[in-house]
């Protein structure tokens, strides 16, 4: 059979960019379901679908229904759901493929591992997507639709997810976290922040050829710590600022000395 | 004039990095100083040039003489200099241009702002060249000389210049340190990092387009306790981990609340 046409519960990043793929793949959206019917309403009209606020109200003919919502949200979503024997899957890195056992039909999970933003569209051709099946009929049939969208599809469990996502919470949040940081930084000065962005590029960069321990620079590594001090005291007045200079250069030095004994 | 000839003094990875990108651009390396022998020696035999592990044996007839060592060491060579109204540069991003006014020539500061590696060549023609001279003749001298290299050159002064490296130690060495986490927490699992790379890109790529506020996302952000509190107790057996977890969560979580307000 195969998967031809969805419903979509959600209407947030995850599911407009989701959304949009599935598209360009002739895969057909059926209906978008948001709480909100303006947003519900804005991705429908893109999506050529129809629309609703009103769980009650879904669409019964879907191949498959796609929950890409808040964390906090499907278990929630999971207890008014009016479908029978349906596949349904949600995109979460963290919530256990599990939560949807209550349902009467079969379920999974299918996590693409990127960040969303609604303002900037995102090729997923090359995004792993992490897969996990209540069974293995259901399991063939998310891997077939995942290797529609992107060359690197996988079989993940909901605790390597899990692990996965934390990754990705600093390789991605706290990782951006920093840049806003060195906006500030820079923006005081009246400085504009593109100045750092072949340092960034550079730095990224490495990490295709090189792991990440042995990309590792800087005054924390090398123990500088006349330039850790100036730092340090530059930022006397961001004591958030200083607080996190302290600990993550108080960590590389303890990671690098460990690794050298 | 201009310049057509250096001797590098340090052979480490900027003053590596920079020693090809001249030779590539017709300056002459006359020769490589480093108080390690071997490391003069290398790089010299890369350079095509003399070297020396002796500062009273540098040759007198450069054009430009280049100071890039630790800076620990900058001051100490400085004292040492054995060299007579000459130019001399120091490619620092932290030390302050007075620091070579003792000499008896003209001097300056050339600071390429990026992040260099020994065993990964860089190709600098975008990265930004921050310089500061003793004179304006000097100074139209190491504008011309960086512009042979890059398309980005900017007079920066010494106070912007070590507000500049304290932002680049945010966005890069950080930066990086977050991947070392994420690197191993993806270990643990026997997961491999590149899993990650098309998650990285997408997170730097958007920083072309949107600014770091704009493009921060994930549970902090989104002031989700629940995952919040799952991830920190997967990090109960790392708590160096946690800890960065927790402050750098706790931080997104009141600037971004700031913001609203």
Not at 117 to 139: R, V, Y
Not at 202 to 213: A, C, F, M, Y
């Amino acid at each position: 059979m195969g998967i031809h046409s969805v419903v979509l519960i959600g209407a947030g990043r995850v599911a407009t960019q989701l959304g949009l793929t599935l598209i360009r793949h002739q895969i057909r959206i059926l209906q978008v379901y948001s709480r909100t019917a303006s947003s519900a309403a804005s991705l429908a009209k893109v999506a050529d679908s129809d629309f609703t606020d009103d769980l009650s109200n879904l669409n019964q003919q879907a191949d498959l229904y796609i929950i890409s919502v808040t964390d906090d949200s499907i278990r929630q979503i999971i207890s008014r759901l009016n479908i029978k024997n349906k596949l349904v899957v949600h995109t979460s890195g963290s919530v256990p493929m599990e939560v949807l056992a209550p349902l009467s039909g079969s379920f999974g999970v299918f996590y693409p591992l990127n960040t969303f933003s609604k303002e900037k569209n995102i090729n997923l051709s090359a995004t792993p997507f992490c897969i996990e099946a209540s069974d293995p009929h259901t399991e063939q049939n998310l891997l077939d639709l995942a290797r529609i969208i992107s060359s690197d599809v996988r079989l993940i469990n909901s605790e390597q997810r899990a692990v996965i996502h934390l990754a990705a919470v600093f390789a991605c949040n706290f990782t951006n976290f920093m840049m806003v940081n060195a906006d500030e930084i820079l923006k005081k000065q009246g400085i504009s922040y593109e100045i750092l962005l072949p340092l960034i590029n550079e730095t990224i960069g490495k990490l295709s050829t090189i792991s990440p321990k042995e990309a590792q620079t800087g005054p924390a590594l090398r123990n500088d710590q006349e330039i850790i001090k100036k730092h340090l005291e530059m930022l006397t007045n961001e004591p958030e600022k200083q607080l996190i200079y302290q600990l993550i250069s108080e960590q590389i030095q303890t990671y690098f000395s460990k690794d050298k004994s």
